[in-house]
Structures are given as C-alpha cells and as structure tokens.
C-alpha cells in the first residue's frame, strides 16, 4: 500500500520530465528502495561456531560461517576422518544475509538446518526463525540440566 503512494507520488513529481527520464529515474528509486530493504549483517568474516555442545568429539564436523562485504553469508564444515585422517569439507552460499532465519543445505551429508546469528552468537531455529531447544544443546558443564536453547557462541 504504502509503495502505491510513494509511486503514485514519484510519477505527479515527474510528470514534466522526458519519458527516458522517467524511466531512469523510477528505476533508480526501485533500486534504492530494495537495497534500503535488505537487512545489514552484524559483522564480515568468518566466524567458527558449535551449537549442539554434547556431538563434538573426533570426526565431528568443525563448523564456520562467512559473511561477506556483499551481504552473502557462506557456511560450511571441515571434518577429518581420525581413522584414515581424510577429510571432507564443504562450503554453499545461503544467500543475502536475513536476521530472521537462515536455510543451510549441506549437500555430502544432505543435512539441513535453520539459523540465525547475531554478532556474538548462533541459534539453531526451525524454519519460522523460532531458537530451538534441546538436552544436545545444554553445556558439558551443565549436564544436570534439559531443554537447553540451542546456541552457540561465534568464534574468530
């Protein structure tokens, strides 16, 4: 609605103006309002996180994610087999960066999950953006509690 009154306006202010103007002009103005729409990420760079405390142990994946100047967000995992010592790792852009919630698609293990993050933590979350809460997620520390939220912290 409120994108009807702003064209409705752009087109009374340039009415006297060239039909190429126009154009230009109207395109430019849809270009900045989507630009102005997408959410800025907290930070750029890569970040290594562990969300689920009670699954790390040798040949657990070691996860990161990468946030790019453009607002892409890469994530990805690096496991090494402590039997053979190979390893296998991964690396998919799940697009522009969306405080609400993330969809990760790892193809070698078709593992999906949802997240979102902020500039210090993680949170695993269902596909609404809703934090998750599991016993996987409670601290080592604190094994004597359940249903913990599934968080974890951003490591540089």
Do not use: W
Not at 40 to 68: H, N
Not at 89 to 115: L, R, S
């Amino acid at each position: 609605m409120i994108y009807g009154v702003i064209f409705a306006t752009v087109f009374l202010i340039f009415k006297h103006i060239t039909p190429m103007k126009k154009v230009l002009s109207i395109l430019l103005f849809c270009i900045s309002i989507l630009s102005f729409a997408q959410s800025k990420a907290p930070f750029t760079g890569k970040r290594d996180f562990v969300i689920e405390q009670g699954a790390s142990g040798s040949g657990t994946p070691a996860y990161y994610l990468d946030v790019k100047t453009n607002g892409d967000v890469h994530f990805g995992f690096v496991q090494v087999n402590q039997a053979d010592g190979t390893e296998t790792k991964e690396v998919i852009n799940a697009g522009k960066y969306n405080p609400k919630v993330m969809k990760v698609h790892f193809k070698t293990y078709n593992e999906t999950f949802y997240v979102k993050f902020d500039k210090e933590k993680i949170y695993l979350t269902d596909a609404k953006g809703n934090i998750k809460k599991s016993d996987d997620c409670c601290p080592v520390s604190e094994m004597a509690y359940t249903n913990c939220n599934c968080e974890g912290k951003l490591y540089r």
